[in-house]
T-cell receptor
Framework: KNEVEQSPQNLTAQEGEFITINCSYS?????LHWLQQHPGGGIVSLFM???GKKKHGRLIATINIQEKHSSLHITASHPRDSAVYIC??????????FGQGTRLTINP | GAGVSQSPSNKVTEKGKDVELRCDPI?????LYWYRQSLGQGLEFLIY????????KSGLPSDRFSAERTGGSVSTLTIQRTQQEDSAVYLC???????????FGPGTRLTVL
């Protein structure tokens, strides 16, 4: 069983829709990362958070430490948001453990 | 400023040959990570360097894999006697410290025939 579970695995939506991607993990963590991987393969770090909520442009990330759950939201989605979104958690100060990713497709 | 760079971007090799993959981290970043992404699979941790501390090698899949980091900067991941299951994209990331955001390189796509 993967220690980091993402849902859904695949998500297709229309431009403008509000998107939510979920991440659950099994034990207490020191930090959680949301990453974006575009079709060309490059990975960009979107957020790193250990509590509360962060916002950057149309992206919002929240984390509930007690429930071991994080969500990534995209408001007013656009086709350029189409990518794989990856949740990764860190236990202690070292390596990341990754979820399987959520493939998001936004149709115009 | 310059991001994390990796070379080569693509490498095709024959089964049984050795390969070396290079990572140039962002200048001043003390932490460096190697990850692997096999086709259709998620990312998996391979090895981690932090300053002058002993590296965390717990993710290396076999003793055919090794990595070094010279002078606290450039890192080389070496795979000896490559096997077809080693085919994957190998990603390097660096960060200013262990509790910071990680910056990823573009990856090296390794194909073992």
């Amino acid at each position: 069983k993967n220690e980091v579970e993402q849902s859904p695995q695949n998500l297709t939506a229309q431009e403008g829709e509000f998107i939510t991607i979920n991440c659950s993990y099994s034990v207490g963590i020191s930090a959680l990362h949301w990453l974006q991987q575009h079709p060309g393969g490059g990975i960009v770090s979107l957020f790193m958070l250990s509590s509360g909520k962060k916002k950057h442009g149309r992206l919002i990330a929240t984390i509930n430490i007690q429930e071991k759950h994080s969500s990534l939201h995209i408001t007013a989605s656009h086709p350029r948001d189409s990518a794989v979104y990856i949740c990764a958690v860190r236990w202690g100060a070292q390596k990341l453990v990754f979820g399987q990713g959520t493939r998001l497709t936004i149709n115009p | 400023g310059a991001g994390v760079s990796q070379s080569p971007s693509n490498k095709v090799t024959e089964k049984g040959k050795d390969v070396e993959l290079r990572c140039d981290p962002i200048s001043g970043h003390t932490a460096l990570y190697w990850y692997r992404q096999s086709l259709g699979q998620g990312l998996e941790f391979l090895i981690y360097f932090q300053g002058n501390s002993a590296p965390d090698k717990s993710g290396l899949p076999s003793d055919r894999f090794s990595a070094e980091r010279t002078g606290g900067s450039v890192s080389t991941l070496t795979i000896q006697r490559t096997q077809q299951e080693d085919s994957a994209v190998y990603l390097c990331a660096s960060s200013p410290g262990t509790m910071n955001e990680q910056f990823f390189g573009p990856g090296t796509r390794l194909t073992v025939l």
